[in-house]
Each structure stands twice: as C-alpha cells, then as structure tokens.
C-alpha cells in the first residue's frame, strides 16, 4: 500500500517551526516509501482565517523546499460535503441541535456540583438533548444560534465497542474511549462543519492512511475513530509527534511572531538553517 500523508495547517497566522517539524515528518514519512505528501487548507473558521496567512503558508513551505503533491484541498469550498454527513446522521437520530449559550453552559454545570470532566473540560450536561421536536422548531424559527452535537450515548450504542481500536506508531493498537468527550459538537449555525468532522471525512477522501501530527492531538482521534465507524470510513494509522517549545518550555503558537518562518527568513535565516531548527532526528 502506498503511504499517504498530509500536512494540514489553518491559516490563522503564519507558519512556526512547530509547523515546520510535523510538515517535515509527514513529508519525510510518505517519501521514505515512495507515497504522497498532501497539502490541506483547514480553513472552516471563515471569521479568523485570511487569504494573506493562506498564501503565507503556500509561500513558506515552498520556500523551506517542503513541496507536495498537488491538488490542495480547500475545506471552505467544501461544506456542501460536511453538510452530508451531518444530514447522513441526523437520518439516524444521532445528532441533535443545542441552543445553549457557553454562559448557559457554565451555570448549569455550576449548579452540579458532581459536572464530570473530559479531555477537553467540563462535558455538556445535555440540557438540550430531550427537547421536542415543537420546541427545537420554536427556536430555529426564531433564529436562535445553535451547535449540532452528537448523542453520544446513541452513538456508541450503534457500534461495536471492541472495533473501536487504532494503531499508533510505535506503541500498537490503541483501544478507544470516546465517552469521555460527551456530546461533542459537529458543527454550528455559522459554521457549518467542525474540526472532528472535517478532518475525518477528509483524510479519508483523500486516502491519507498515516495521519502525523502533534500529541496534542492523541486524544481527538478516540472522536475521529469513532465517527469513521459512524460513517463507514477507513481507519488510517496515526503518528503523533511531541511538541515544540520555546527556550522556556512553553508550546510554540502562531503568536509567537519570533518563531514564525516568515520573521526568520527575515532576519536572513536560510532555508537550511531553518530545517535545521527542527531536524531531531
């Protein structure tokens, strides 16, 4: 089987060298065994990403010689896509829209003094789940905003527990737990689609069978593993890489312009030096 990998940043701002070393990684992987590096553009957000961080990161990557395989795929002009799928399990009664508000949210588990927690904070307490079918209609009416969350419960109910396994690179098979994470949202009224979501059905599209990317990632793909089994996807191997830190030890982010290949390249750092940054191998 021929190795496909992807490298898949938002443009949000530009690329840092944490950027650079999972780029580097994917590419190195599907090279090393004559497969194909991907380019994807996870541009969902429509109010933070800009078409100046975009051509930033097409510009960088060539610049540092990380080429890809074309074609590039665009996640905005793919929503039609997205829609699908949320349409495909709202069919099976595995969605439901919530019209809480974060502040909402907050109180309600406030007032629980046993809120469980998951890997991403305090789980939605459900305090939309039961509404009627009357009741969600008077707020889309009214055009309240509202989140797409999947029943977890039902989900789960719906596919073998036992399947839900993948393998990480070096550790083996992992098995899944994605009740932890609760009712996560799919996708929002002014978004149409959200990372989870996305991210699966694309890498699948796209025949991406080794997944790189950071560990702060490692536990998103207990969601991802099982919205492929949701949907009938295939189950890629996954990679996930350690952190870059800054000189403190603090995790590299798009606000730290010092680390970003755009200041290096303008401090007159060369494409070299700059892989040479990231090269821990």
Known sequence: MVTITRFAPSPTGFLHLGHVYSARLARKAAREEGGHFLLRIEDIDTTRCRPEFEEGIIEDLRWLGLEWDYPIRRQSDHFDDYAALLEKLGDRDLIYPCFCT???????????????????????????????????????????????RL?????MASVPLSSLR?????????????????????????TPTS?????????????????????????????????????????????????????????LSKRDKAATVRSLREEGYSPEEVLKMVDYS
Request: glycine share 8%; with cysteine; charged share 25%.
């Open 102 to 148: 974060r502040k909402e949210i907050a109180a309600e588990i406030t007032r629980s003094n046993s809120a469980p927690q998951g890997p991403e904070g305090p789980i939605y307490p459900g305090i939309c789940r039961h509404l009627s079918d009357l009741q969600r209609q008077e707020r889309f009416t009214r055009g309240d905003a509202y989140a797409l």
């Open 151 to 155: 029943d977890m419960v039902k989900a």
């Open 166 to 190: 993948f393998e990480e690179v070096g550790k083996g098979i992992i098995q899944c737990d994605p009740a932890p994470f609760g009712d996560i949202v799919l996708a929002r009224k002014e």
């Open 195 to 251: 990372y989870h979501l996305a991210v699966t059905f694309d890498d699948a599209l796209q025949g991406v069978n080794l997944v790189v990317r950071g560990q702060d990632l490692f536990a998103a793909t207990h969601i991802h593993r099982l919205l492929q089994a949701l949907l009938e996807l295939p189950t890629p191997r996954y990679m996930h890489h350690g952190l870059i830190s800054d000189p403190q030890g603090k995790r």
